[in-house]
């Protein structure tokens, strides 16, 4: 059979077991794996021989998923994944979005700012969308309510802010992507955070129009005097501390990204402990639940790499990207066909499921056309993030009506998604248009 057009329909496979809601984890593992015994058990011209693909696809599969796992820089993972978690059950999350209620409450649209700010402080200690999303919406949509702001706003503010926990660093995302690639994993944690502080300036300065100039839109709530403003500060010392202690390190390469991982880890351990708010209970949901997330993250990777095993062994990436390279068109107008096919993927599949599943056949062809993958880094994760509030699947967006419950429609926090999801289109033509927003500072990071 020849390669490419197995391949391709490898690729067609892998799209109908997700759309009939198979794990993807599952998919690209049985795509991959049973892919590789008909690439080398069927070679063209030749007839199938089951032994021999067999023991091909077997020697791969016991090997390589394994050796990937086993890399020390993916330590990474688990060990942001358990800083967020304790930052949240040692009530971090609500010192910062206090904080932030208390200095923007009185501007327009003031709760729906101080949301944003929350969300975008949590996720530099996260790492993650979905925990920020939840662990905003738990506190800020409650407060907005309260004060009678229209309901579309007070849920699609923080479904559409607790996607910046995929690009502010340390994003779990920027780290699969660079294991992927091999590209600098340092590099683009630093590359994330410039275009993460754009997007949320750019959500905070639609929400401030917009309830400048429709008031009812979010009432302003109580007056806050000066002092306590200043004592509210207080609350914000533990997330800039542990920020500097991973991005500071990384930045003047004092530690690797995996080392400052686990310096943030035990600096969010010590404080959650010395502060006395980590007992027993929220220890046991901490640990159990940054286990839950790593399998979950652990079982895509290990699918994702019998995937990419499969797609080299087929030649389909290298066709592809002869293919986009020969059409007499702009790099730019292949980068924009590829953010369309980027949403409409996002309608029904999970970000990381997304990103892996697309990496081995779309890298070639942007290298290819001559972009920066760090750059492209960015791009995509932009791209992810809009995939995370694109109906009718946003994952945030459900995550967000798990935590309301039946305070607000499902459709209604979809509306209120339409006006941040014209804005994340903004940010990524700026980001698309200005690529020295995203790699200034990782063209200044200090290697050590």
């Known amino acids: 059979m020849n390669s490419v057009v197995l391949g391709l329909i490898g690729l067609g496979a892998m799209l109908v077991l997700v759309a009939v809601r198979i794990p993807i984890a599952f998919c690209m593992a049985l795509v991959g794996f049973f892919g590789m015994i008909i690439a080398v058990g069927w070679p063209e011209g030749d007839e199938f021989d089951f032994e021999r693909g067999f023991d091909a696809a077997w020697s791969y599969a016991s090997f390589e998923p394994f050796s990937f796992i086993a890399n020390f820089p993916i330590v990474a993972v688990p060990l942001f994944l358990l800083m967020g978690y304790v930052a949240f059950h040692a009530g971090f999350t609500k010192d910062i979005y206090y904080t932030a209620r208390v200095w923007l409450s009185r501007l327009y649209g003031g709760l729906a700012l101080a949301s944003v700010a929350g969300c975008a402080m ?22 907005m309510l309260r004060y009678k702001y229209d309901k579309g706003l007070a849920s699609g503010v923080v479904a559409a802010s607790g996607t910046l926990g995929s690009l502010i660093p340390p994003s779990i995302l920027m780290i699969l ?55 509210a500060l207080k609350g914000t010392w533990s997330i800039i501390a542990l920020f500097m202690i991973v991005m500071g390190g990384i930045y003047f390469g004092v530690v690797t990204p995996t080392e400052a991982a686990a310096a943030g880890a035990t600096g969010a351990w010590l404080l959650g402990f010395l502060a006395r708010r980590l007992d027993w209970q929220k220890t046991k949901d901490t640990l159990v639940e940054t286990a839950k997330q790593t399998a979950n993250i652990f079982a895509l990777v290990l699918g994702a790499k019998l995937f990419v095993g499969f797609v080299a062994l087929t030649g389909v990436a290298g066709a592809l990207t002869e293919w986009a390279t020969s059409l007499d068109v702009a790099p730019v107008v292949i980068l924009i066909a590829l953010s369309a096919i980027y949403i409409v993927l996002g309608t029904f599949m999970d970000p990381i499921g997304m990103m892996l599943l697309t990496l081995p056949v779309v890298t070639p062809v942007i290298r290819e056309l001559g972009y920066d993958l760090v750059w492209f880094g960015v791009i ?36 209120g998604i339409l ?9 990524l033509a700026i980001l698309i248009a200005f690529p020295e927003i995203s790699l200034w500072l990782p063209s200044t990071l200090i290697r050590g």
């Open 122 to 143: 949590f996720a530099a200690v996260s790492g993650s969308s979905l925990a920020t999303a939840a662990a905003m919406g738990k506190l800020a949509v409650p407060e």
């Open 177 to 231: 992507y660079g294991l992927f690639t091999e590209e600098s994993v340092g590099q683009l944690l630093m590359a994330g955070l410039i275009p993460g502080i754009l997007s949320a300036f750019i959500y905070m300065a639609m929400v401030w129009i917009r309830a400048r100039a429709n008031p009812d839109l979010a009432p302003r709530a109580e007056v806050t005097t000066w002092n306590e403003r200043f004592v």
């Open 380 to 415: 995509m994760v932009k791209f992810l993030e809009i995939g995370l509030i694109t109906p009718p699947v946003g994952l945030n967006v459900y995550i967000l009506k798990g935590v309301v419950g039946n305070a607000i429609p499902l459709e209604t926090i979809f509306k």
């Open 419 to 427: 006006w941040f999801l014209a804005m994340d289109v903004l940010t």
